[in-house]
């Protein structure tokens, strides 16, 4: 089958290449840590076509990209749409990189220029594409990670938006601060009862959240806590903060879609449904794939190229 | 005139010593950076003892420690007195340190042994006995820091406290998150309005910090934010967090008597009378140096000793 496209996702600290057939089977993937940090370094012309060789890309393949190679300090930028922001319209913001062997043409993000509620998104959007594609224009949607996103999204139209540190929170807390000795060795996963717990904590008692943290340290010192509990506890505590956040963004949370994938999934689907929440799961890679073949096909029109 | 002891607070990572009359005129004093962590290379009993040569201490001269040099991890450990502890009682559970050349006494901190809302505190004790000695034996105790406190004390004894990581989140998301590009070369105290606009959000809308956080980039990204007020904004969150924090814990915030210095004193200060709470302040470092002193005396009698 003949490649119609080559489709990336070059996050931050992550690059993920997929040779697409016209109907979105995957002819070849690469994955590798070469992220916009990375590529600033190494080039981004350079990073992709050795990623584009090893995988067996024929000569002038189009590559369609989305994420942090678009941003200001990424390979070239693609200024941000701003919200309410209809999703199918991406594709005609992109912009294209002059480069002598191909066309490439790189996302635009989207904005909130709002001054109460600035926000920006790079990436997440492509995802969001790849869901209205899947038939779901409609719904509040939760990307969790290092920074996760809150998304009210109708008729395809990314409405309003929000963003959660909780990810890198949880990193840095868990690295850097004196709940290093309490997380030691801990899995988020491996305490359910205790992860549960905490996100309740974190979703009712937010104001508290900074003695609560402390608290993982102080339980541990005086033998009230099971020390493999700590990691669930500090995870489950964020991501209750999380979900407090976005009620008190976007009202009683009865129905989310859940666009992630593998542990941050579980731990979401986990934390939801244990605050009664209808949890609707996606994965995201696959949309972000999904996303990204819709955007092809918008610029470079129904024709297999090749 | 005579010394009568040697006073020190041993914190995590500073020394402070002072020579004291029995009346607590400071004869001499030092400090260094040799707190805890760096003691425990080079030896407690050795960086003691050449601080107090270093201000000229009299042979055999008793020594009064309180802090981090009595935690497990410290010089010899002092076990914690329990909540609701008589801040008078603390001298009678100090323990003696086997050193051969004088009487070396350290004091113990305090726990919260329970299990809802374990807690603990070790320094901000002998503060806090400072104060009862100069009168404010009533009061709730707001001690900011690395791990603020909030005590409440009565009628001289530590009835309940709360610890809150500010300090600490403040320097680990500054230093190792992606705000680290908002705050760069800025100054809390820079921008007054910003900060007191920011407690303000912190206080009323905690469930929504951590995209609060991550506004203060946002912010910046899209132009709406002069980058000099993030520093300030930053504090502000996190300060006005710990304030919704102790009002849900304590209830509505009334007088509040703030035991602290320099920086940290004003910003919370201001922080503070924002929300219309009466502050009284009181030098943290003198209540330290006065409740020593008063540990000195229940130890070693009324007469001097030299």
Redesign the interface.
Known sequence: MNAFCAAVDWGTTSFRLWLLARDGKVLAERRSDEGMMAAREAGFEAVLERHLDAAGAPLALPVVICGMAGARQGWQEAAYVDAPARLDTLAAAAISVGTARRDVRILPGI???D?D????MRGEETQLLGLTQAGLGDALVCLPGT?SKWVVLREGTVERF?????G??YA??A????LRFAVEGGDAEAGRSAFVHAVNEGFT???????R???LR??Q??G??DAKDATARLSGL?IG??L??A???YGPLRLVVLLAGGRLARLYRTALESLDVEVRFVEADDMGRRGLLSAAAAIWGDGARI
């Open positions: 904005a909130q220029r001054s509620h600035p926000d920006v920074h929000s963003t959660f540190m909780t890198e929170l840095t807390i690295a850097h601060t004196i008692a937010a104001p508290e959240i900074s003695r943290l402390f608290g102080a339980a010192l005086l009230f806590a964020l903060l999380e407090a956040g009620a008190a963004q």
